[in-house]
């Protein structure tokens, strides 16, 4: 089956800092990933994809990088601020009609 | 709009009890789909659907089952409620299935007890 696993489970930042959230995915047939923020007791939100023909792909105040040599995938937020703090997962597909999700990584700011 | 709306938000119930979860979208999206997240766990998939009146198995589909007679609408139905149930419960939605991401529903929390 596929795996996808977090390296961190757990992230402190202080506010105005780069956070790096990481991701391992074990399918190297994948070759769609999202990253996902998740706040308490709401459901997942979309935050950037990325496609396996590209090796990095920006949005706002966020970056995703991917590198399929090693079948790593990571998330950047730039300036981090209260707000960001949340659970990011990171999901792989595009191998077929399903997603799997990683247990996913908390991110708490510190102002 | 209102995005992917799930009814109720809480429940418990009582060992062999059964319930239907409901899921609506108003985007008009071919694919949806019924994850259950556990403590520290991440998404497991239970059924989806292509679209209406198509239906197929996830990762965890015992115990489940679900219909999709509408675009709008997919229930998760719970027959016989088993304490291995209690979790919470994610409809999500995309219009295509591959490559695009799903908008997800604020969940319904379920406890068997």
């Known amino acids: 089956g596929e795996s996808v696993g977090l390296h961190l489970p757990t992230l402190s930042v202080q506010e105005g800092d780069n956070s790096i959230i990481n991701c391992a995915y074990s399918n190297s047939a994948s070759d769609y990933f999202i990253w996902y923020k998740q706040e308490s007791g709401k459901g997942p939100q979309f935050i950037i994809d990325i496609r396996s023909n590209m090796d990095k792909r920006q949005g706002q105040r966020v970056t995703v990088l991917l590198n399929k040599t090693v079948k790593h995938l990571s998330l950047q937020i730039a300036a981090t601020q209260p707000g960001d703090s949340a659970v990011y997962f990171c999901?792989?597909?595009?191998?077929?009609?399903?997603?799997?999700f990683g247990t996913g990584t908390s991110l708490t700011v510190i102002p | 709009n209102a995005g992917v709306t799930q009814t109720p938000k809480f429940r418990i119930l009582k060992i062999g009890q059964s319930m239907t979860l409901q899921c609506a979208q108003d985007?008009?999206?071919?694919?949806m789909y019924w994850y259950r997240q556990d403590p520290g766990m991440g998404l497991k998939l239970i059924y989806y659907s292509v679209g209406a009146g198509i239906t197929d198995k996830g990762e965890v589909p015992n115990g489940y089952n679900v219909s999709r007679s509408t675009t709008e609408d997919f229930p998760l139905r719970l027959e016989l409620a088993a304490p291995s149930q209690t979790s919470v419960y994610f409809c999500?939605?995309?219009?295509?299935?591959?490559?695009?991401?799903?908008?997800f529903g604020d969940g319904t929390r379920l406890s068997i007890l």
């Open positions: 999500a939605s995309s219009y295509s299935g591959q490559r695009q991401p799903q908008h």
């Open positions: 985007m008009n999206h071919n694919y």
């Open positions: 999901a792989e597909g595009g191998t077929g009609n399903q997603f799997y």
